[in-house]
């Protein structure tokens, strides 16, 4: 096959297939609601609960778009997941809180990946994935260089 050993194709091959599984495990359990786009701002949420948090934030940590972040967070609101709350500083500032629902969700979706991440490392020797490890820091620091060289 021509993409044997071309990194994107297999990378993005791999990513498909710990989707597929993360998606395929929760169904199996019981969480149909799970997004990769709302459990990345669940987390975002969760991890950033000791300051405001506002929609423009999630923008420029996701680089989406106002539209796209909008939708998402009026779905994630309508699900309970999250809550819009006004600032006393400025009444048109909304703050966003995530509810005890969305809490655990993902609570509930870290434990998944845990156990996922856990089967996926399964009877793999830790030196071998210390080498994977390292090779990706390698080639996410060759990608930088790269995206730096083409910005100037």
Sequence with gaps: MAH???????????????????F??????????LTVMHEWIL????????HEIFQKELETAFSIGRSSVTNILSLMEKKGYLVRQSVKRDARLKKLVLTP????????TVSVI????KRTKAGIPPQQLQVFFDVIEKLKANLEKQREENEC
């Design 4 to 22: 044997e050993q071309d990194i994107g194709y297999q990378v993005r091959k791999l990513d498909n297939m710990m989707m597929r599984n993360l």
């Design 24 to 33: 395929s495990y929760a169904k199996k359990h019981g969480e149909n609601d």
């Design 43 to 50: 987390g975002y949420l969760y991890e950033n609960q000791d």
């Design 101 to 108: 629902a969305g809490e655990r969700l993902h609570l509930r």
């Design 114 to 117: 845990e156990i996922l991440d």
